[in-house]
């Protein structure tokens, strides 16, 4: 079976700051995870995907993310936290082994960034 | 293109009524996901339809249930509806091909309030 746990339900940086959203897996097979974001009333927003490629993804409004498997972790970050970021983030783990794939989500961080 | 939208924005029941929330799915996409996000929790996977039949379920009871129709809508019903049926419902649409089922959009959601 597979999970996905989001380590820290808050996290507040200043703007210009480094963000670091912590997101660590468990996986009897290959994962495939995912990072959404959702603003207030909103859905979620794709923001990058890891499918057994590149272990370093980059994904859209500057954020990244870095696949490691001796850790288990897929962390994202961001160099430069702006007003803008601020939203929860869901860190996602496709579940291929039942249906033809449905998403496990975390309980999500929700990112504040203080001017 | 056209994105995923979900209609409903906004739905009060009382308990013990029957709701049906409705989702169109993007263009190209053939598979449509739905979750339900109770307050504070990361999205839980209700059930998912390919070529119009369920093509997984999770943890939900009989009385969540849903339709897909050939231009690939579909509908999430729910009977006999109880307090905890209070959330935001999210659609998602994605492409399934040769057995694997790509990235997965969502729409903004449909929000339920029980009474």
């Known amino acids: 079976a597979q999970s996905v746990t989001q380590l820290g339900s808050h996290v507040s940086v200043s703007e210009g700051a480094l963000v670091l959203l912590r997101c660590n897996y468990s996986?009897?097979?290959?994962?495939?995870l995912f990072w959404y974001v959702q603003y207030p009333n909103q859905g979620l927003q794709l923001l990058l995907k890891?499918?057994?490629?590149?272990?370093l993804v980059k994904g859209i409004n500057g954020f990244e993310a870095e696949f490691k498997k001796s850790e288990t972790s897929f962390h994202l970050t961001k160099p430069s936290a702006h007003m803008s970021d601020a939203a929860e983030y869901f860190c996602?783990?496709?579940?291929?082994?039942?249906?033809?794939?449905?998403?496990?989500f975390g309980k999500g961080t929700k990112l504040s960034v203080k001017p | 293109e056209t994105g995923v939208t979900q209609s409903p924005t906004h739905l009060i029941k009382t308990r013990g009524q029957q709701v049906t929330l409705r989702c169109s799915s993007q263009?190209?996409?053939?598979?449509v996901s739905w979750y339900q996000q109770a307050l504070g929790q990361g999205p839980q996977f209700i059930f998912q339809?390919?070529?119009?039949?369920?093509?997984g379920r999770g943890n939900f009871p009989p009385r969540f249930s849903g339709l897909q129709f050939p231009n690939y809508s579909s509908e999430l019903n729910v009977n006999a509806l109880e307090l905890d049926d209070s959330a935001l419902y999210l659609c998602?649409?994605?492409?399934?091909?040769?057995?694997?089922?790509?990235?997965?959009?969502f729409g903004p959601g449909t929000r339920l309030t029980v009474l």
């Open positions: 339809y390919y070529r119009e039949e369920e093509n």
């Open positions: 998602a649409s994605s492409r399934t091909s040769g057995g694997y089922t790509d990235t997965q959009y």
């Open positions: 263009s190209g996409h053939n598979t």
């Open positions: 996986s009897s097979v290959p994962p495939y």
């Open positions: 890891y499918t057994s490629a590149a272990t």
């Open positions: 996602a783990v496709l579940n291929y082994g039942g249906s033809q794939g449905n998403l496990i």
